[in-house]
């Protein structure tokens, strides 16, 4: 890794992954800013359980992928009539995470600008009760950055482990700053928002960082996943990739 490092433990699960079948996955949890209202929904009994509880019960594992600039289809070409035809025949591999994974049926988008939405997201509330109401900019002439996401806030990483997962964060964050004044990285600066991990710097989306480094993203979503053990407890993995925010990078536009 040329530009990031990233804080992962584990050893040798039998089932591997690839960072092609990390990438060809993310579309299909790119519209689930009421993913975090329905988690903490479901997730909040397990945390006040007692751990004898946790125990007697497996507790699944979460792979949660965020991306950009993607939403539910919804306007279909001639021939196709739902959302599921559509992915079978233009994603098969995102068609696949419809059939296994978990689906919103009925939701909105509460902000869909990049930082507010991923706010949205991680914590389940309005951008304007976490004045997360503009995407954060950074330096050079882009005007006075937007407000830092508190780390007060409730997110879903934060009650999952009050549940007893493990919440590492791989790849794009955009909702506070990651580096100190001098411009060191904050060494754990996800921990007080309820994730572990470091990626340095944060590829906020700017000079076709998602065209770049996504691939660099998913390969240590994939490591990572492929050195888990299935007896190490449960974890909930957010992979945040920045794509298909590039796409005025894509050749032919």
């Known amino acids: 890794?040329?530009?990031?490092?990233?804080?992962?433990?584990?050893?040798?699960?039998?089932?591997?992954?690839?960072?092609?079948s990390v990438l060809k996955g993310s579309a299909a949890v790119a519209a689930g800013s009421l993913a975090g209202l329905r988690l903490f929904d479901a997730v909040a009994p397990a945390a006040a359980s007692?751990?004898?509880?946790?125990?007697?019960?497996r507790q699944p594992n979460i792979l949660f992928i965020i991306v950009d600039e993607t939403r539910f289809p919804s306007v279909f070409p001639a021939g196709i009539n739902t959302a599921g035809e559509f992915l079978a025949a233009h994603m098969p591999n995102v068609h696949e995470l419809w059939k296994h994974g978990v689906k919103f049926r009925h939701h909105y988008s509460a902000g869909v600008a990049c930082s507010p939405?991923?706010?949205?997201?991680v914590t389940g509330l309005y951008p304007h009760q976490t004045w997360m109401l503009q995407t954060r900019k950074g330096s050079g002439?882009?005007?006075?950055?937007?407000?830092?996401?508190?780390?007060?806030?409730?997110?879903?990483?934060?009650?999952?482990?009050?549940?007893?997962?493990?919440?590492?964060?791989?790849?794009k964050w955009h909702l506070s700053d990651s580096n100190l004044?001098?411009?060191?990285?904050?060494?754990?600066?996800?921990?007080?928002?309820?994730?572990?991990?470091?990626?340095?710097?944060?590829?906020?989306?700017?000079?076709?960082?998602?065209?770049?480094?996504?691939?660099?993203?998913?390969?240590?979503?994939?490591?990572?996943?492929?050195?888990?053990?299935?007896?190490?407890?449960?974890?909930?993995?957010?992979?945040?990739?920045?794509?298909?925010?590039?796409?005025?990078?894509?050749?032919?536009?």
């Open 141 to 171: 002439g882009l005007g006075p950055p937007a407000p830092s996401l508190k780390r007060e806030f409730p997110t879903y990483g934060k009650i999952l482990r009050e549940a007893g997962y493990e919440t590492p964060y791989v790849g």
């Open 117 to 121: 939405g991923r706010a949205a997201i």
């Open 181 to 253: 004044p001098n411009g060191d990285p904050i060494p754990n600066y996800l921990q007080e928002y309820g994730f572990e991990g470091l990626t340095q710097p944060d590829v906020v989306g700017v000079n076709g960082d998602g065209y770049r480094y996504d691939g660099q993203i998913a390969q240590v979503a994939a490591d990572w996943l492929s050195k888990r053990r299935a007896d190490q407890g449960p974890f909930c993995l957010t992979v945040g990739l920045v794509n298909a925010h590039d796409r005025e990078y894509f050749w032919g536009g």
């Open 50 to 57: 007692s751990a004898s509880s946790r125990s007697a019960e």
């Open 1 to 20: 890794m040329d530009r990031r490092s990233i804080a992962a433990e584990g050893a040798l699960m039998s089932n591997t992954f690839s960072r092609r």
